[in-house]
């Protein structure tokens, strides 16, 4: 058995019972591969795989021509409530998706002792 807490920082498989709720944010699939951010009572948080603003319009509110045009890549996350999950699937060792989890790394301060 695995516990959500081992996988949270991998990137996991995941399908949706509704995919309906999710085209305003630009998920139209109904399962995908998504960063797992964590989890809370409400359900999963995810990274969206890709927010572009396209910056089209100068301060006037007149087009820009295309070379002008600005992309701006906007990192967010998004939430899968439990009721919504259909199933999850992790790989553990597979290179690229099992990523080392954040609560696994080394802070703080070490001790050497003198010789």
């Not at 949706?16 to 399962?31: H, M, Q, V, Y």
């Not at 995908?32 to 989890?39: A, D, I, N, P, V």
């Not at 007149?62 to 045009?69: D, S, T």
């Not at 060792?93 to 301060?109: I, Q, V």
Request: proline share 5%.
């Amino acid at each position: 058995m695995i516990k959500i807490d081992k996988i949270i920082g991998d990137i996991i498989f995941i399908s949706f019972k509704n995919i309906e709720c999710f085209k305003d944010i630009g998920i139209a699939n109904t399962s995908g591969h998504f960063l797992l951010k964590g989890y809370d009572q409400l359900g999963l948080w995810l990274e969206h795989p890709g927010l572009v603003i396209l910056n089209n319009e100068d301060d006037a509110g007149n087009p820009l021509p295309a070379h002008k045009q600005i992309k701006e890549n906007i990192p967010a996350d998004f939430i899968v409530s439990w009721d919504n999950v259909n199933t999850i699937m992790q790989y553990p060792e597979r290179e690229g998706y099992d990523l080392p989890s954040e609560f696994d790394k080394n802070f703080g301060f070490n001790i050497k002792d003198k010789d």
